[in-house]
């Protein structure tokens, strides 16, 4: 099942580190990771725009609250996430690095505040598992249970989003409750790695546009060239100019696609001078990125996955044109 639906959970699992939602694609839903990787959906002003999405059918309406489970029910893990068995599956397990399809809503622990659920979409989401695209509490919680099983979890904010947070749906030290529910697996993939650091380019080898963006063709294509409302397929990586990286397409089961002009005016900028087969750098400079704001939006430059008037340096490869 290909998976078009851009959750926070996949981003942030990405993004967060020990912190997304993300529930990805690293969005858009919530949970996360290791160090800081947000997804395509933070390449955008407003990140990628989730794709056109049918209103939730009856059928598919998200939960109003958790299911009510005993106290005895619940067990807690060495890591400190609680967990009860709703239903118990039948089926196979995950592996790691394995793919899962879940249904899942999430609320505040705190107040019991829906902030996400797969339930607004037309289907279930799918994703790596254990291998940081989502929460940690979501990667440990879900590799125990089987198809067919239904589970609650408790996760504590040191295993979700941790102080950092993801504004303005989760706040810093955010305890999280899901109710999950595994709907199939499948065999884990060749592993798809980011590269560490960008090519090293001299800054005389640049193009310098005059909008202040510079690019260096790394590969020159024979394909064709987008224009503006395209769809296109690519894959990337980013960094700030620290040499941090902070996303990759290369984290997720596959490439990622966007509508041009729908994401930051750096990429609308770059891309429609690339052809389908080339790799392009983009130095991208804050008024063509996030400028001002932080990313997540709200974030504090010091937690901030992305700082507020970073430059931004992307590897691309132009894959399809739709």
Known sequence: MKQNRTVILIIVAAVLGSAALGLIAKGTSKPAVTEPTPTADLVADTAIPPPEVTAASDERRPPDAPTAVAAADVKTSKTGLKYADIVVGTGPSPEKGGGVIVEYTGWLESNGKRFDSSFSGPEPIEFAIGVGQVIPGWDEGLMSMKVGGKRQLTIPANLAYGQRGYPPDIPAGATLVFDVELK???????????????????????????????????????????????????????????????????????????????????????????????????????????????????????????????????????????
Not at 227 to 247: A, I, P, Q, S
Not at 277 to 285: D, E, M, S, Y
């Open 184 to 322: 199939g697996v499948s065999a884990p993939k060749p592993p798809r790695v980011p590269p560490e650091a960008p090519q090293k380019v001299a800054d005389g080898e640049y193009t310098k546009t005059a909008s202040g963006l510079k690019y260096k063709d790394l590969k020159e294509g024979s394909g064709a060239s987008p224009k503006l409302g395209d769809k296109v397929v690519v894959e990337y990586t980013g960094w700030l100019k620290n040499g941090k990286r902070f996303d990759s397409s290369y984290t997720r089961d596959e490439p990622t696609d966007f509508k041009l002009g729908k994401v930051i005016a750096g990429w609308n900028e770059g891309l429609q001078t690339m052809k389908v087969g080339g790799k392009r750098q983009l130095v991208v400079p804050p008024e063509l990125g996030y400028g001002s704001k932080s990313m997540p939006p709200g974030a504090p430059d010091d937690r901030a996955v992305i700082p507020s008037n970073s430059t931004l340096v992307f590897e691309v490869e132009l894959l399809e044109v739709r």
